[in-house]
């Protein structure tokens, strides 16, 4: 799932723009175009979004929204608009979230990554305590970021802010699927493994940085190496049969599966987030602007792993 060859690297200094650019480059040759989960080569899209995690996180923060929302589509029966690019909006952090009343979408949500450039967005809404996905076109006048939301180091430029959605009126060729659809669907579950292959590529690719600058390592660093070689390579070989058991079922049940890829990639992240200081000392992350970059990213982007109480939720599965 991991290429032995590491990615190209994005062009630095990396910021919003360019990150953008990038991600509308690969759309436009088609290696956004991954192959749908569940359909037989699961395992070929997880590598593509480890590979572009280990290339740059915030850059593959967006191509997985992006695939993710045309995966949901596809699951619906329907198609994305043409060329262009889709990020999933389904936050409901500190009691925020979009609510659709009477054909009326309003709200603020949080984390909407993309949301100054990208086109069109899948928001997730409640309607009478019901989900209800929405496809939004983001040209609408009533959908606008909110200044001050999104100041961070780490993951800067995948631009998620908050975002305010202030009486959008709904058609009926906006919905997609039926209320209840977005969570209960299998994909939901195969998207969040999918996350997950990003955050091993994230922590492979700070590996790849230490390991091409050292030049005589000592026996301590080469005892750190080898612990988070083998913890992302295990992650990896998880990932690989969690591919395997998807594309044999893809209609099952898989959300202890996912909810043990996810704990697993967090584990391999925080290892290399551990670790890799220890091997390097603080000169890069002090002098080198990438590599300190990397390390700030992954710590940000894996916080989307629940921490204990996701491991709370497997220890109550693997008890039932």
Sequence with gaps: MLDDRPPPRISWPR????????????????????????SGDTAGRWAALARLGRR?????????????????????????APEALYGVWAARS?????????????GTVRFCSGAHRLDRALVA??????????EVDLADAGITAVPGTWL??????????????????????????????????????QGGMGVA??????AQGVLDEVLAGLSTPDDHQ?????????????????????ASTVDADPLGDHHLLAWTC?????????EVLDRVPRVTGPTPMCRDPRFAQRLADLQVYVRQHHAEKDLAAIGKAVLA
């Design 15 to 38: 910021d919003v723009d360019t990150v953008i650019t990038e991600l509308r480059t690969l759309a436009a040759v088609g290696e956004l175009d991954l192959p749908l989960p569940g």
């Design 197 to 202: 292959a990003v955050w091993l590529g994230g």
């Design 152 to 189: 961070p180091l780490g993951m800067d430029a995948s631009d998620s802010p908050d975002v305010t959605i202030d009486d959008v009126a709904v058609t009926d060729d906006m919905i997609v699927g039926d209320p209840g659809f977005y969570l209960d669907r299998p994909g939901f579950w």
């Design 56 to 80: 740059d996180l915030a850059l593959a923060r967006l191509a997985e929204g992006h695939t993710d929302a045309v995966a949901i589509l596809a699951e619906a029966g329907r198609k994305p």
């Design 222 to 242: 080469l005892a750190h190496i080898g612990a988070l070689h083998t913890a992302i390579r295990a992650t990896e070989a998880l990932l690989a049969q969690a």
């Design 262 to 270: 996810r704990a697993a990639a967090e584990r391999a992240a925080w």
């Design 125 to 134: 809404s409640l309607d009478d305590g019901r989900s209800v996905l929405v």
């Design 94 to 106: 500190g009691g925020t979230g979009a609510v659709l009343d009477n054909g009326v979408l309003s």
